[in-house]
């Protein structure tokens, strides 16, 4: 598993960043260069994402995996103080992390994600997830990638261009996603039984959850309802809640609003 870091390598205050489904950790550049005087910032490419091996076998890509990763990461980076800030599936992962006994996650900020996963997101995630394409040209490749991600937000031509790159690599004379389309296999095939249980963990997880969270909403989300959000906020860790107009699945933390709200929570006494 490949990680992009920034700040001190000898800080003991480490802040990881994890990333959405089919994206990667490049996508914390912004707010990883805002946090990198307070932090050492590890920002991971989940496994079958970005500079990050594939698996032989897709079923590994899948959520206990990843934490399991995530916790032989953890293990390394010697840390006395532990935060995480993670976007959609990283927030998941993030979770699962936090919930373990003795997990060194202090701080938490889950962003745009809880334990209910609207069905309807998920379907729209399912249209372009795994689906074999290809592109010429680098600006044809941010045309199409924000063709489906204008959940993110308001983006500059060169925001968006900083964020399509890392998600691009080079095939013959064009470029093709930076992701294994192969996890898009275990997303297919998970049932509506399935995802009720998965729910079901995730809500007694989140419930054990001791360390203060943030919970981020963009206010047009189509994947982390209103109420599953305020259901947060009274439950479990009862989390912070802050929403972004404008934005829907998910606030990417590029823009200087964002990154304050962050900013503030993660570096509170």
């Given amino acids: 598993m490949a990680y992009w870091e920034w700040g001190d390598p000898a800080n003991p205050r480490v802040l990881v960043c994890v990333h959405g489904l089919s994206r990667q950790g490049r996508d914390f550049d912004a707010l990883a260069q805002a946090m990198q005087g307070e932090y050492r910032v590890v920002c991971p490419d989940v496994v079958g994402r970005g500079q990050s091996d594939r698996l032989a076998d897709p079923n590994g890509y899948q959520i206990p995996s990843y934490a399991a990763d995530m916790v032989t990461l953890l293990a390394r980076l010697n840390a006395s103080t532990l935060h995480w800030v993670g976007t959609s599936m ?72 900083a964020l399509t790159r890392p998600q691009l690599t080079p095939d013959g004379d064009g470029f093709v996603p930076h992701y294994d389309l192969q996890i898009a296999l275990p997303f297919r095939a998970m049932t509506p039984e399935a995802a009720k249980a998965g729910e079901s963990m995730m809500w007694a997880m989140y419930d054990s959850l001791r360390c203060p969270t943030l919970l981020l909403r963009g206010a047009d989300s189509d994947l982390l309802k209103p109420e599953t959000a305020q259901a947060m906020t009274q439950r479990g860790a ?11 699945h998910a606030p990417m933390l590029t823009s200087p609003d964002q990154i304050a709200v962050v900013r503030e929570f993660l570096l509170r006494a």
């Fill in 238 to 248: 009862k989390a912070e809640l802050q929403q972004f107009t404008g934005v829907g």
């Fill in 90 to 161: 990283g927030g998941l992962i993030g979770l699962v992390a936090a919930a373990l006994k003795g997990s060194p996650v202090q701080r938490l900020v889950l962003n745009d994600v809880g334990p209910v996963i609207e069905p309807s997101a998920l379907a729209r995630i399912g249209t372009y997830l795994g689906m074999p394409v290809r592109w010429k040209t680098l600006d044809e490749a941010a045309d199409a990638l924000w063709s489906i991600s204008q959940g993110f937000g308001p983006h500059t031509r060169e925001q968006w261009l």
